[in-house]
């Protein structure tokens, strides 16, 4: 699987924007992005993910580079609920049987949202 | 629906001892998978599921057995305990196995934290 890159930690102040980069330099041509992220003391839940568009929901943004060698997640108006582990992470697409279906988690990285 | 639910929510076991930690998901998900996350670690892939009756080997496999009888539910046996298995264990669901398509989001459970002495 292709690795990913991230910092391993960032701040914000609330109300504020927030870019996560991500960078992702050996990417095939067919892998996704996809970002999760996770609170303190659950489990990982998703957040967005894109190929090589922009791609916006009610939770985020994600801004893919033009050589897709890396992508930004955008919290728009961070909260203190946004404080959490963000895991950007690679995925290639369906192909069939049984050796494909591996998320691969890295580091992720620890945003703080201060007040 | 109750998404993913995993039982216990804590357990500790004795070096040596077996058990099984439950997962099921209530979304008719055919793809089924169980992570460890160790202290201040991302998650690692243990064993995964396509679908009922088919599953395959994760990252770090040594030491569980997985088995899928039904769609719904996907166990995660530990055969001898070590203190290596401490850990938090998520088991997550798909409606198909991850690749780019809109409803490929794996969902997560809250978790198991198993202790071994």
């Known amino acids: 699987d292709a690795k990913t890159t991230q910092p391993n930690s960032m701040e914000s102040n609330e109300e504020e924007p927030v870019h996560l980069p991500c960078n992702h330099s050996t990417i095939s041509g067919t892998d996704y992005i996809h970002w999760y992220r996770q609170l303190p003391s659950q489990g990982p839940e998703y957040v967005i993910h894109?190929?090589?568009s922009n791609v916006n929901n009610r939770m985020a943004s994600l801004a893919i580079a033009e050589d897709r060698k890396s992508s930004t997640l955008i919290l728009h108006r961070a909260t203190l609920r946004d404080a959490a582990v963000y895991y950007c992470?690679?995925?290639?697409?369906?192909?069939?049987?049984?050796?494909?279906?591996?998320?691969?988690f890295g580091q992720g990285t620890i945003l703080t949202v201060h007040p | 629906n109750a998404g993913v639910t995993q039982t216990p929510k804590f357990q500790v076991l004795k070096t040596g001892q077996s058990m099984t930690l439950q997962c099921a998901q209530d979304m008719n998900h055919e793809y089924m998978s169980w992570y460890r996350q160790d202290p201040g670690m991302g998650l690692r892939l243990i064993h995964y599921?396509?679908?009922?009756?088919?599953?395959d080997q994760g990252e770090v496999p040594n030491g569980y057995n997985v088995s899928r009888s039904t769609t719904e539910d996907f166990p995660l046996r530990l055969l001898s305990a070590a203190p290596s298995q401490t850990s938090v264990y998520f088991c997550a669901s798909s409606l198909s196995p991850p690749s780019g398509t809109s409803w490929d989001t794996q969902y997560f459970g809250p978790g198991t934290r198993l202790t071994v002495l």
């Open positions: 894109g190929l090589t």
């Open positions: 992470i690679l995925r290639g697409p369906r192909a069939g049987g049984t050796s494909y279906g591996k998320l691969t």
């Open positions: 599921s396509v679908g009922a009756g088919i599953t």
